[in-house]
């Protein structure tokens, strides 16, 4: 059996919508594939939305591997309180893909479809199990835009 780990952002519904029709056509191709949802995203939007799912696997701390941008209101950014929230992060980085690499450990999986956590690919990637990044956007642009000037580059090497 082929198991894909699809580590799907809780930041808006955009990214399940966006990685809905993907895993859709890999399990209509794959029958007998195996899905696991790795994400802080409502268990009832995850159900509409990949009903084909096996397993969902949530964050098990405060810190989920990705939580996009800290948001005023549907429609704008908090973008001091999102470069904040990214220092902080990386403050504590190598315990965010430490905890990441033990979920992939559990999920066990032959590949991993990112949307878009730069945390859970590095941490795919030090375990040396093929991962993708499929996303109409990234959040090292995000954090770039917020910070601007004061981007640090250490984050901005990890995010890479």
Known sequence: MTRLLVALSGHGF????QTAPLVTALTSMLPHLHVT????????????????????L?????????????????????GPATVARYVERHRH??????????????ARPDLVIANISYVTLAAAQSLGIPAVAFSSLNW?????????ANADPVIVDEML
């Open 93 to 106: 980085y190598e315990a965010a893909v430490e905890a990441e690499r033990r979920a992939l450990r559990q």
């Open 140 to 148: 090292l642009e995000i954090y770039r835009h917020y910070a601007a």
């Open 58 to 78: 949530t964050p098990d701390d405060d810190a989920p591997a990705d939580f996009g941008a800290v948001m005023r209101s549907p429609f704008e950014v908090d």
């Open 14 to 17: 955009g990214h399940a919508a």
């Open 37 to 56: 949802m790795r994400t802080p995203a409502p268990i009832a939007l995850l159900r509409e939305f990949f009903p084909q799912s096996t397993d969902i």
